[in-house]
């Protein structure tokens, strides 16, 4: 049995379309795929191969698979071999991963030097000054907008405003979802076991009453999901250990990895330590820790889509 996971659906899709849904872009280039085979083709053909990994290159090319059509599901995990399997696992969500670091790297630099300036007295634009507050309310410091932020609350936003390292981010999807295939994955693009009460993805069994209705968060997308999982890492009380730990890292100048951190989510399960033990186990199998150095390629996007009948595809090239 998993530990619930508390999060607000509604919230995570109103940030994505601030966040992230707002960059798209008509020059976005969009490539049909039917199944795994055309999705490969794609990544062949953009230099995003297993090769190109052993040679140690950690460019990422932005080609983003924004939701698994349920028959690529039906017909690919049948056929596919399981090491085929978990590599364009990891291959397909590495992108979306790094991009969502990128928009929290991003974030956690501006308020690093607006919340800077305001401690030297400094001027601030109001545009600055209400995108802090904004912040502070996502990342659950104060409840609304309108609320104070004071200047010894600053150390504690940068303790959250902070990437999820991505090795540990692919072997969480991975643990949770079933490498993509299980039925929450596919109906709602739940990869990481995140619960909600009342709204989502209603599971075959209900657990005891007293926690009421729970269900497992859908999302409208992979990046939606992702970024949502970013933010519970950063903001519940039970991970603190995380930020902390993170935040070490940073005051000693060592490397943000996965294979540190995850010692710290004892209870993101209700297994403890032997889900950490086993996630630890996915990273050291796969060798996911060299994804704690990869990053996204300067090039326009890409989207996968769902390929209707007679579409040119990838593989057909």
Known sequence: MRRAITWGVGFAVILLVG??????????????????????????????????????????????????????RERG????????????????????????????????ARAKEVTERLSLGEGVSAEDRAWLAELAVRYKLVRSPGDRLDSDQYPELLLRVDIVPASLSLAQAASESGWGTSRFAAEGNALFGQWSWGKGL?????????????RVAAFGSTGEAVYAYTLNLNTQDAYRDFRLKRAELRRRNLRVSGEVLVQTLVRYSERGQAYVDDLATIM???????????????????????ASEGTTTPDDK
């Not at 049948?78 to 974030?107: G, M, Q, S, T, Y």
């Not at 209603?202 to 729970?214: A, C, I, N, S, V």
């Not at 060798?287 to 996007?301: I, N, Q, T």
């Open 19 to 72: 966040e992230a849904v707002a960059q798209l872009k008509a020059t976005d280039e969009r490539v049909p795929c039917r199944d795994y085979k055309d999705v490969l083709a794609l990544f062949d053909r953009l230099g995003y191969s297993q090769q190109a990994w052993q040679a140690g290159i950690r460019e990422v090319p932005r080609v983003y698979l924004e939701d698994i059509p349920e028959r690529w």
């Open 77 to 108: 995990s049948k056929v596919i071999p399981v090491a085929d399997k978990k590599r364009l696992f990891f291959r397909a969500l590495a992108p979306i991963v790094l991009r969502i670091n990128e928009l929290i790297a991003a974030d956690r």
């Open 202 to 214: 209603k599971p075959t069994e209900q657990r005891g009453k007293d926690l009421g209705d729970h």
């Open 284 to 306: 050291r199998q796969n060798r996911l820790g060299d994804a704690d150095d990869a990053y996204l390629r300067d090039m326009p996007v890409i989207r996968i889509v769902e």
